[in-house]
């Protein structure tokens, strides 16, 4: 499991994510799939019981942003609560195929309002998202390039690492196209810092 220690359901109680996976209806995505663009009317949520899911932005210039990846057990597309009208501000697709429970926003709403301790746990799980995409932020434009590199290779050795006779092994698939878009910048720049990484023993790749 990825994001370990940080996922929706490790954050609340198992009696809220019962309750959430009453009130959705679960549907199989294949690889690709896009769940919902940046723009369309936010009116359901998503908890991943199964395969990967990223979230990305596309710059004024065209140039696709991942902003992040989410496996089992994380709950993805809440730009907000309890407004009349709200939109996505994010595109969501799948990176692996997958089951997914849908959850209408209105249901959800109606549930937090009913119990309080439900309505905590999710506030405060909201907390949490929102520091870890400012700290991503920040580490793309205080720390240049290699900075920003660094930091998202610690982030995905954090959520997705597992111990590994030569260190930590990342066990979520990207290409170095993949991790470019993780950070902003072209695939030939990831390549080449990837590169002086590798030369100076700090990483091991597979093949891509």
């Known amino acids: 499991m990825g994001n370990q220690g940080f996922t929706f359901i490790q954050q609340v109680s198992p009696d809220f994510t019962q309750r959430l996976k009453e009130i959705s209806i679960s549907k199989k995505f294949a690889a690709g799939s896009v769940l919902f663009m940046d723009g369309d009317k936010a009116d359901h949520l998503y908890l991943i019981e199964s395969g990967q899911l990223k979230l990305t932005k596309t710059t004024t210039d065209g140039k696709e942003l991942t902003l992040q990846v989410f496996s089992d057990g994380e709950l993805v597309g809440v730009p907000g609560l309890f407004e009349e009208s709200l939109s996505y501000n994010t595109t969501a697709s799948m990176l692996q195929a997958g089951e997914v429970n849908i ?24 907390g949490i998202m929102n520091r870890r995409i400012q700290s991503k932020f920040r580490d793309l ?35 170095n196209r993949d991790l470019a878009q993780f950070i902003g910048l072209t695939r030939e720049s990831v390549n080449r810092m990837l590169s002086d990484l590798k030369k100076q023993d700090v990483i091991e790749q597979n093949s891509q």
């Open 103 to 126: 959850i209408p926003r209105q249901s959800l709403e109606r549930l937090l309002l009913k119990n309080g301790m439900f309505c905590a746990e999710f506030l405060r799980w909201m």
């Open 141 to 175: 434009l205080l720390n240049g390039k290699i900075g920003a590199l660094y930091s998202t290779l610690i982030r995905l050795s954090n959520s997705y690492g597992e111990p590994h006779e030569k260190g930590i092994y990342i066990t979520l698939a990207l290409t």
